[in-house]
């Protein structure tokens, strides 16, 4: 059974540009996660995807990120207009079931660098 | 809300020593507390969680953990630390009844264990 897989694994943009970043999440599990971790910090959650639904973007910044998990194929996390402040490494996580005390599996992360 | 503390940034210890990883926690109600693992440009591995029931939770790769209420901390520990143990340790909660599924990191303790 395949873990999560993200690509790409490093990602380089110039300022304003967009970023695209994939998550395929471990086979059977149907609730995505995705969280971004700054350099020498822990992770912040940023989104909480179902098939086809946002369920929590809490996290989010308002403006320039957007995410989606469609009924076919991975989810994406879109920024758009990339700023140097974007640079960091973004995690996406699965899990089976909704339930709290679900376990997150983890990907290995994509690490975006703005120049 | 909810939060986590890691009040050490890094841990040392000699290889075959014990080793203790501190983590205390914030939530309103009672909490579902997780350990993972971070290797160098690596994604997060599971290693443990507290879910109910026993206080002394056993994970991955010989590692254990004391839930402890009244203390509201969750300690990482290992009665004989390996070289290869040496990563970056994260602590995670989340709220069993409020808030979402999100859950809430630890800034992360760095662990140098030397021969």
């Known amino acids: 059974n395949a873990g999560v897989m993200q690509n790409p694994r490093h990602l380089v943009r110039r300022r304003g540009q967009e970023a695209r970043l994939r998550c395929s999440p471990m086979?059977?599990?149907?609730?995505v996660y995705w969280y971004r971790q700054l350099p020498e910090e822990g992770l912040k959650f940023m989104v909480y995807?179902?098939?086809?639904?946002?369920?929590?973007e809490s996290g989010m910044p308002k403006e320039r990120f957007s995410a989606e998990f469609p009924k076919e194929g991975p989810s994406i996390l879109r920024i758009q207009q990339v700023v140097r402040g974007d640079s960091a490494a973004y995690f996406c996580?699965?899990?089976?079931?909704?339930?709290?005390?679900?376990?997150?599996?983890f990907g290995p992360g994509t690490r975006l660098l703005v120049l | 809300a909810q939060s986590v503390a890691q009040p050490e940034d890094q841990v040392n210890v000699a290889e075959g020593n014990p080793l203790t990883v501190k983590c205390t926690y914030s939530?309103?109600?009672?909490?579902?507390l997780f350990w993972y693992v971070q290797y160098p440009n690596r994604g997060l591995q599971f290693l443990l969680k507290?879910?109910?029931?026993?206080?002394l939770v056993k994970g991955s790769y010989g590692f254990e953990a004391e839930f402890n209420k009244s203390q509201t901390s969750f300690h990482l520990k290992k009665p004989s630390a390996l070289v290869s143990d040496s990563a970056l340790y994260f602590c995670?909660?989340?709220?069993?009844?409020?808030?979402?599924?999100?859950?809430?990191f630890g800034g992360g303790t760095r662990l140098m264990v030397k021969p």
């Open positions: 996580a699965s899990s089976p079931r909704q339930g709290k005390g679900e376990t997150q599996y």
């Open positions: 086979k059977g599990h149907s609730h």
């Open positions: 995807l179902q098939k086809e639904n946002i369920i929590d």
């Open positions: 939530v309103s109600g009672n909490p579902y």
């Open positions: 507290y879910i109910t029931g026993d206080n």
């Open positions: 995670a909660v989340r709220d069993q009844r409020i808030g979402g599924n999100m859950l809430t």
